[in-house]
């Protein structure tokens, strides 16, 4: 088990540690191509996220459809069954991690990187209709095959398909980590936390959710994400507009401090590192890139199955889950957390010792904070790690003094055996499992503190919102998934094999909800990883061909007929 975990951290460092040194940071290479991507589709199609976002608003409504165009599924249910892939775990907890190690300007970011991404979403999606494969018989997806598979097969050549098998491979192989155990486990996980529900029960409900849904194939996955999305979304948008009408006098000095800390951030609860511009730019990038998945090819699939003639038509429908995902929901919860303030604060903390949040670090002379790996003793007097020592961290930060008791009326002397996971005072050999102390919070127990926070003026319940949304989140991304890796499996193995993988995906959703799945969520970022790759290749070729379906698209306005 070590050696492959050895592999997974060496795979994950090739895909996302390599990359262009600049300022002594690295900017992964997988970046660098998504964001030049980006440019380079909003350049050669002039802007075409800002020329036709209101036309796109009007065909998702259904002012335009036709009843009788080929397609599984109308406009506004297939940008709703990429809409509860895309809008998920990550609006809540990856934005909380953006602030958490770029502080507020992280926030400026993502809206560059979401306003690159809807040209990018305009372009996959577009080739994506026009390449679709329309069969009767297409299996039990629906009538409609289509993705990045089906494009680079049939827009670069018959000589690509090995490149196309590709990625359809390592998409569906994703499918069943990111996209469905690791939602599922998430979700069990946010469960826990709250109340006392076993794992195995959490499961169990959510798989049978999951199976009642998916087995019925894209049109009731259409069917149950228009109303899913837009009630998840709603509920959530509306609790944070609440936070923001109560904290109103401190919106727009908020706006200021986020457009102020983009250029010249300053250090924040991370140490001195977090003040580098680069690092504030990179880590609002990664969250947009990843929070409205922009150039990863999985949208595409979702929308090929869209009713339409035009392919272009959904193409302008796509372009809107960028700004609705990022520019709209990620800009609500970074608001709430830097407003409430939670974001810097440090709150009273139990740690477990063989908590995956709990880390140690080592702090240099110029202030930065390094990582180091289970250190054999850490020793502490009077609550204070030795000075020059490892210190323990939660969420990567050092804890400045530890206790041994949850009131913090014990300062804990004695030593921490980090292999062992366990502490011993001084003058007593029982063992000591758990310690506590005043820690900063990151991700989704971030943002559910912020809601708690900030709605606390009219009563406690902020951070239960916060746990359904995670809920409805989680179920809602594995069932956009779950039809993702359909059309994979479809692709390479045919018709046949995609109710045995349907089956197989419940059951991976029931055993990411009682594992541990730390290992397989870096497994699934090194296959997102790779298969960006051919799919932004195959956006950059055929460039000309997607000028040419728009330029005739608006010249010939089919819409008016």
């Given at each position: 088990m070590e050696r492959v975990e050895e592999l997974v951290k060496t795979l994950s460092h090739l895909v996302w540690g390599v990359g262009i040194p600049v300022g002594g940071e690295t900017i992964p290479w997988v970046v660098v191509a998504l964001l030049g991507t980006g440019v380079w589709l909003t350049l050669r199609l002039g802007f075409i996220q800002l020329r036709r976002v209101g036309h796109g608003i009007a065909v998702a409504s259904g002012k335009y459809d036709d009843p009788s165009d080929p397609g599984d599924v109308t406009h506004f249910q297939a940008l709703t069954t990429a809409l509860s892939a895309t809008v998920g775990i990550g609006n809540i907890g990856g934005v909380a991690i953006a602030i958490h190690w770029g502080g507020p300007g992280a926030l400026f970011w993502t809206w560059i990187t979401a306003g690159l991404g809807m040209a990018t979403k305009f372009a996959e999606v577009t080739l994506a209709q026009h390449y679709r494969q329309v069969d009767k018989d297409a299996g039990g997806g629906g009538t409609i095959a289509g993705g990045p598979m089906y494009y680079i097969e049939r827009g670069l050549g018959p000589s690509w398909k090995p490149l196309a098998v590709f990625f359809a491979v390592a998409l569906g192989l994703t499918a069943f980590l990111t996209g469905d155990g690791v939602q599922a486990n998430t979700v069990a996980d946010s469960v826990k936390a709250m109340f006392p529900v076993d794992p195995w029960i959490t499961g169990a409900i959510s798989a049978s959710v999951?199976?009642?849904?998916?087995?019925?194939?894209?049109?009731?996955?259409?069917?149950?994400?228009?109303?899913?999305?837009?009630?998840?979304?709603?509920?959530?948008?509306?609790?944070?507009?609440?936070?923001?009408?109560?904290?109103?006098?401190?919106?727009?000095?908020?706006?200021?401090?986020?457009?102020?800390?983009?250029?010249?951030?300053?250090?924040?609860?991370?140490?001195?590192?977090?003040?580098?511009?680069?690092?504030?730019?990179?880590?609002?990038?990664?969250?947009?890139?990843?929070?409205?998945?922009?150039?990863?090819?999985?949208?595409?699939?979702?929308h090929a199955a869209a009713r339409t003639d035009e392919p272009v038509s959904e193409g302008v429908v796509a372009l809107l889950e960028p700004f609705i995902d990022t520019i709209l929901i990620c800009t609500m919860t970074a608001l709430v957390i830097v407003i409430t303030g939670v974001w810097k604060d440090r709150i009273a903390t139990e740690m477990p010792l063989d908590d995956g949040d709990l880390t140690y670090a080592l702090q240099e002379a110029d202030g930065e904070l390094k990582d180091v790996k289970e250190p054999r003793d850490v020793h502490v007097r009077h609550g204070y790690p030795s000075v020059g020592g490892p210190q323990l961290a939660w969420h990567d930060i050092p804890v400045e003094r530890l206790y041994t008791d949850a009131a913090h009326t014990r300062p804990f002397t004695g030593v921490i055996d980090a292999e062992g996971h366990s502490a011993k005072s001084k003058g007593d050999d029982a063992p000591i499992t758990t310690l506590h102390g005043d820690a900063v919070e990151s991700g989704a127990p971030l943002t559910m503190l912020a809601f708690r926070r900030g709605l606390s003026g009219i009563g406690d319940f902020g951070h239960y919102i916060v746990l359904l949304c995670v809920v409805l989140f989680g179920v809602s991304t594995a069932i956009s998934w779950s039809y993702y890796g359909d059309r994979c499996v479809n692709y390479v193995l045919g018709k046949r094999a995609t109710v045995p993988y349907k089956i197989i995906f419940v059951v991976m959703h029931f055993v990411g909800a009682v594992v541990p799945l730390s290992l397989i969520w870096e497994l699934g970022d090194v296959l997102l990883g790779v298969v960006i790759v051919p799919n932004l290749i195959a956006l950059v070729l055929p460039t000309p061909k997607i000028k040419e379906l728009v330029d005739s698209y608006f010249e010939r306005k089919p819409w008016k007929r």
């Open positions: 999951l199976a009642a849904v998916i087995l019925g194939g894209i049109q009731r996955i259409g069917k149950v994400t228009a109303i899913l999305a837009p009630a998840m979304a709603l509920t959530y948008v509306a609790a944070a507009l609440l936070v923001l009408i109560i904290h109103a006098g401190e919106v727009l000095p908020t706006f200021g401090l986020i457009f102020r800390e983009a250029f010249n951030p300053q250090a924040g609860v991370a140490g001195t590192g977090v003040g580098a511009f680069l690092v504030t730019m990179m880590w609002g990038v990664k969250r947009g890139l990843f929070s409205n998945e922009a150039g990863q090819g999985s949208a595409p699939i979702a």
